[in-house]
């Protein structure tokens, strides 16, 4: 017989993390040991649930800490929630190595989007990116999301960049003078645009010209159902995965 992958949620009163509660309660092969959220002692928490994966949705403040509280308590990580960089990605590194030399191999895999549709968009627009003179990103969301612009913007902003720096393809041309809000947010050279509109979840829309052609890459979550599949093959397979995973593409094998 085999047993159960016991996981913890953190963020779990929230938008997503009601969600996975709800994911993981209906999924014969998890059982949900803990549901923690702001004002709870995560450490403790942690300790007390005896959870094999700890699955985090909670703010990009205090997310890294929850990772590293996790690490230090043996478990497994999947993290759903944005604002991570070289830095704090490096230091979890840092963190699991340090945990591997002890003798404890665990896996954390930081994905921006669980979603299957966004993770095929960004996919797509790296591999088209080096045909195309011009590449710009836009991502539209609910306006009560904190950061912008979003995780998975970013993630496709440095995924076009580096298949173009890779190919050898100059810069996308622009004779805007430097200082113009409306250009949007240079992600490694790639113009990133956020939209905040009510009724809206999570989209994202990849536009890429050439001189009398464009393609557009577009893919839109219109219910939080939609990156379920991805949280819950995350959990499956992170034990499995030793070290830092960025991005659900290497778990799809999509690179
Ligand atoms: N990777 C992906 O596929 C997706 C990622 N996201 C990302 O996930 C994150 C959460 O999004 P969403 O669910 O919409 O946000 P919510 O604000 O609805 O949920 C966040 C939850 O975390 C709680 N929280 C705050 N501080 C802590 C803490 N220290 N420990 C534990 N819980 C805490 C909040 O409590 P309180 O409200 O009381 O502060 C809230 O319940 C965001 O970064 C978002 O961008 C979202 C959708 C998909
Ligand atoms: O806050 C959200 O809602 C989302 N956040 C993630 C992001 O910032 O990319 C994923 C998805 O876009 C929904």
Redesign the pocket.
Known sequence: MTSTIKVAV????????TNVCAAVEGAADLELVAR?????D?AAGLAASGADVVVD????S??EA?VHAAIDAGMHVVV????WDDDSRGRVTDHLARRAAEGVALGVLI?????LSAVLAMTFAAKAARYFESVEVVELHHP????AP??TARHTARAIAAARAEAGVAPSPDATEDGWEARGMDVDGVRVHAVRLRGLV?HEEILLGNVGEQLSIRQDSFD?MS?MP?VLLGVREVGGRPGLTVGLEHVLDLS
């Open positions: 953190l963020g779990a009163a929230g938008r997503m993390g923690l959220d702001a004002g709870d995560i949705f909670t703010v990009p205090v997310t929850n759903g929630t944005t604002g994905a921006p989007n669980f979603g009560d999301k904190v950061d979003s995780g999570a939080r990156f991805g």
